[in-house]
């Protein structure tokens, strides 16, 4: 299917239209972030960790979000508890491996939910990708040391060793599913200076595998919009603690017409 500014903003529709409740196990850093984004966009946030009521969220949940930034015993407790709840009623599993690669805790746990519940989107920068892929990569502790497109191979194993959309975030963000391939080229490098926007692009993309489900478009149109937000924010003003707040703003504003004047999507 070729996407197009249409398919993305019936995919926006979608999402204020369901208010998708969407499952948040995340880190400490982030929650506000993350929620808010969800609410400006349409979804409906829930961020639950606790092993004894998780089970309970993914029964009416309509996609799980799962992000190892700040892992503890009680946090991966509840996160295995979900992943296998949500893959036993096939509710989409988004997978964030913040930070994969910088300890052997890390990489444990990581490898570990994999095999769980295979994620339907696997999201991360270029050195969380090759180190969950097994390639070794460093990383400057949730920041990656790489491009995007150093990540493409590695980011083509996980797909096909889980079967997962796999989405490399960078300044162009690639998004691999099996022979299938889409760029998205829209952001700002000022979205680099504000904690937490890789994991906003997580959260977003659950909110549209909800309404989607096909993954590998769900995935993309979270990444347009995403970067599409992130550019018109910076049009506003362009300083960190402003983009914060007109990020918020232009998700809730976003209109059909600014994703077809700005998008920047190719496929292969």
């Known amino acids: ?8 903003w019936t995919d926006v529709e979608r999402i204020r239209a369901q208010a998708p409740l969407i499952h948040n196990i995340t880190n400490f850093v982030v929650m506000n972030n993350t929620a808010n984004a969800l609410l400006a966009l349409g979804a409906s946030p829930a961020m639950v960790h606790a092993p004894e009521e998780v089970e309970d969220f993914i029964d009416i949940s309509s996609a799980l979000v799962v992000n190892i930034g700040t892992l503890d015993a009680t946090f991966v407790a509840g996160m295995r508890l979900a992943m296998r709840k949500a893959r036993t009623l096939g509710k989409p599993i988004v997978f964030d491996p913040v930070g994969v690669g910088a300890t052997a ?13 295979a994620p339907d989107v696997i999201r991360g920068n270029a050195s969380e990708i090759m180190a ?20 493409i191979d590695a980011a083509r194993r996980l797909s096909s060793v889980w079967g997962s959309v796999v989405v490399i975030s960078g300044e162009k963000d690639y998004i691999i599913h099996g ?11 000022l979205m680099t200076k504000v904690t937490g926007m890789g994991c906003t692009a997580t959260a977003l993309t659950g909110a549209f595998a909800a309404v989607n489900a096909d993954y590998f478009l769900a995935a993309t149109h979270a ?10 924010a910076v049009a506003k003003k362009s300083s960190p603690g402003s983009l914060q707040v007109n990020f918020l703003d232009t998700l809730y504003e976003l209109t059909e017409t600014s994703i077809s004047n700005r998008l920047q999507l190719t496929e292969a």
């Open 223 to 232: 990444m347009a919009v995403m970067g599409i937000a992130g550019e018109l």
């Open 179 to 189: 022979d299938k391939t889409a760029v998205v080229a829209n952001g700002h490098p």
């Open 105 to 117: 805790y890390r990489n444990q746990i990581s490898e570990e939910l994999l095999t769980v519940a």
């Open 132 to 151: 969950l892929a097994g390639l070794n990569a460093q990383t400057k502790g949730v920041d990656s040391l790489y491009g995007s497109e150093a990540a």
């Open 1 to 8: 299917m070729t996407q197009s500014p249409q398919s993305i």
